[in-house]
């Protein structure tokens, strides 16, 4: 079963409680009109692995995480695949918790059984489209529309972690390839500022 990648992170603060594996899936059905992560819409953007690959690769990575985040993109529009990647990983590190940020709404997701396969490995799910101009009181929420659903124990187990402010509120992520993201979930006027400061230049990427 293979995933459609746009990048993983490791290790990421600014998404999640403690250290955190982020991965971002590419392509999205949604096409929300202020999405913050566009460049990860296009299916062409990412790259296809076998999910048994890439856990092979997440597992061999020399960090102790506390949890996955997965965003995009949209991760249920390839949620089979997904999901399969989750139960790999926490068939090794079982004491990892999942949170997935997904435009659609929880009670969309469970209308559909495909997705519900990834629901099912979800502990904290993100969920709503970004709308830049209702602004978000929440740390992991990047606008005011967005609920966080606590879906386990697991999840509940962070919920005080999660709704604290974060220690970071965003990351600089340098690739391999010279590319860089500013991970975190931050205002429309925080991001330009951070641009501003670090010297990011248009065609650079953010990733939430």
């Known amino acids: 079963m293979k995933i459609n990648l746009f990048r993983i992170g490791y290790p990421v603060t600014s998404l999640g409680p403690g250290k955190r594996l982020v991965i971002w899936v590419a392509g999205c059905r949604k096409r929300c009109p202020s999405c913050i992560s566009p460049e990860m819409r296009d299916p062409a953007a990412g790259a296809w692995i076998e999910s048994e690959e890439l856990a092979e690769h997440i597992l061999r ?3 102790a995480f506390d949890g996955i985040t997965v965003s995009g993109g949209e991760p249920f529009d390839q949620a ?3 999901a399969a990647l989750i139960r790999q990983l926490r068939s090794m590190h079982a004491e990892w918790d999942t949170l997935i ?3 659609y709404r929880l009670a969309t ?3 559909h059984a495909e997705r519900r396969i990834l629901l099912a ?3 904290i799910l993100i969920d709503g ?3 830049h101009a209702v602004p978000s009181f929440l740390a992991l929420a990047g606008s005011g529309n967005q609920r966080i659903h606590f879906l386990t124990e697991r999840g509940l187990g962070q919920k005080d972690a999660v709704l604290a402010p974060l220690a970071d509120a965003a990351v600089l992520g340098m690739g391999r390839d010279g590319m860089r993201m500013l991970i ?3 205002s429309p006027q925080q991001r330009q500022g951070w641009h501003q400061a670090l010297g990011l230049i248009k065609g650079e990427q953010d990733g939430v």
């Open 121 to 123: 490995e979800t502990d």
């Open 109 to 111: 997701l469970r209308k």
């Open 184 to 186: 975190g979930v931050l």
């Open 101 to 103: 940020y997904s435009g």
């Open 61 to 63: 990575l020399p960090y």
């Open 129 to 131: 489209p970004f709308r």
């Open 80 to 82: 089979a695949a997904v």
